[in-house]
Antibody, heavy 128, light 109 residues
Framework: EVQLVESGGGLVKPGGSLRLSCAAS????????MNWVRQAPGKGLEWVSS????????YYADSVKGRFTISRDNAKNSLYLQMNSLRAEDTAVYYC?????????????????????WGQGTTVTVSS | EIVLTQSPGTLSLSPGERATLSCRAS???????LAWYQQKPGQAPRLLIY???SRATGIPDRFSGSGSGTDFTLTISRLEPEDFAVYYC??????????FGGGTKVEIK
């Protein structure tokens, strides 16, 4: 069964740090780009960060740039999000999501297929 | 920065009715990079449509997507009880790399 399981959420004070993990199973993790997407209480979805299959390409939303770091360990089938300098507005459910997309052989066109597998989410609460 | 605006915010319909959800982009979006998701309370989002009009694996054919440029539409031909949920459009590729719309809630009338 294809599965993503997040962990590492919790209650942290403003200015603190947390490291989220996402364990993948049931598919070849090293072949997929991965994303973190968050959802504040009662709000919509907000993309946080993306990492390509080999970690060559990494992107962040402006709201987290310089504070969050995405990484992966393909040998451990795991995705991570290191969150530093946390703020109240970072309070959210954090989802990891698989992105089954790839460049063509020339490297000039990216075939995009959305985010097709999501974890159940882990809750991060930033409060004093 | 690209912004996706979804309308209406809430759609009140009865089972069996047709639902038409709109997603408008502030700049042109390649239809290859436009996706739709469904989210039910307490659950993770589920991919419905990618490439503006291609159904994801296992998605019933009552769900269809269309559009190009700045205007995209998700249509549910006949609402089933399990379709009442929040729907999000999403674009890939423009700055920022990924953007979600604010969502449309489809509720039972």
């Amino acid at each position: 069964e294809v599965q993503l399981v997040e962990s590492g959420g919790g209650l942290v004070k403003p200015g603190g740090s947390l490291r989220l993990s996402c364990a993948a199973s049931g598919f070849t993790f090293s072949s997929y780009s991965m994303n973190w997407v968050r959802q504040a209480p009662g709000k919509g979805l907000e993309w946080v960060s993306s990492i390509s299959s080999s970690s060559s390409y990494i992107y962040y939303a402006d709201s987290v740039k310089g504070r969050f770091t995405i990484s992966r360990d393909n040998a451990k089938n795991s995705l991570y999000l290191q969150m530093n300098s946390l703020r109240a507005e970072d309070t959210a459910v954090y989802y990891c999501a698989r992105e089954p997309s790839y460049y063509d052989s020339s490297g000039s066109y990216y075939y995009y297929y959305g985010m097709d597998v999501w974890g159940q989410g882990t809750t991060v609460t930033v409060s004093s | 920065e690209i912004v996706l605006t979804q309308s209406p915010g809430t759609l009140s319909l009865s089972p069996g009715e047709r639902a038409t959800l709109s997603c408008r982009a502030s700049q042109s979006v390649s239809s290859s990079y436009l996706a739709w998701y469904q989210q039910k309370p307490g659950q993770a989002p589920r991919l419905l449509i990618y490439g503006a009009s291609s159904r994801a694996t296992g998605i019933p054919d009552r769900f269809s997507g269309s559009g190009s440029g700045t205007d995209f539409t998700l249509t549910i031909s006949r609402l089933e009880p399990e379709d009442f949920a929040v729907y999000y459009c999403q674009q890939y590729g423009s700055s920022p790399l990924v953007t979600f719309g604010g969502g449309t809630k489809v509720e039972i009338k």
